[in-house]
């Protein structure tokens, strides 16, 4: 992975980008979670609203899937790169600095050697069988439409533990430079519970 120059400024110059999509992931996948709720309803079995709610619900998680492998995509801007990043002392050194010139010292907790530490850490939790699943998910099944060569898939609970590892790496990368973009822990439920109101039927 080439990433030259600046590779303090490489995290910082796209800190914003990564929390903008990493937000669309989970507005995706938070919606797709509430619809996912109404089709387990029991009521209404048969009822209309079903099969519009089931297009609604696979393409939300579809593009939740997408947006979780590119965030991870070891060969563009990712989670991945800044983890690469991180992992070169030297690159370390130069973001603090950076940010020391931006932000002033870093006298608060978590300090920001104890953020990069973290985003290590929440990394490395992640599964990358999962992953690979899901990448190839997005090949056959999304991005290629041929289906019928597909050998692998995710559960949705698998899914769910990608987006909140995908979410904790987000709020962190967001606290550690200090980005104006909005972004918190608890978007998905709230999508989640936007989407069953919005698709509440009239009572009979």
Known sequence: MALQGSDAGFILANADRLI???????????SGDGL???????????????????VLHRDALMMAVLRVTILLDRKRLSFQSVHHLLKDTS??????????????PDVFLPSRTD???EFRQI???????????LVHLRD???????PEEMTKSVTFAELRTMVKIISRLTVNLQHLCQTQTA???????????????AMQRPAA
């Open 20 to 30: 903008t999509v990493a937000s669309r992931c989970v507005f995706s996948f938070g």
């Open 36 to 54: 996912n709720d109404l089709l387990l309803t029991s009521d209404d079995p048969h009822g209309d609203w079903r099969q519009p709610v089931a």
């Open 123 to 133: 990394y490395g939790e992640i599964d990358w069988k999962v992953h690979g699943r």
């Open 91 to 104: 690159v370390v050194a130069a973001l603090l600095r950076a940010l020391e010139d931006r932000h002033g």
């Open 183 to 197: 972004f918190r822990l608890d978007i998905p439920d709230e999508y989640r519970k936007l989407a069953r109101k």
């Open 115 to 117: 953020m990069i530490e």
């Open 140 to 146: 056959l099944g999304i991005a290629h439409l041929t």
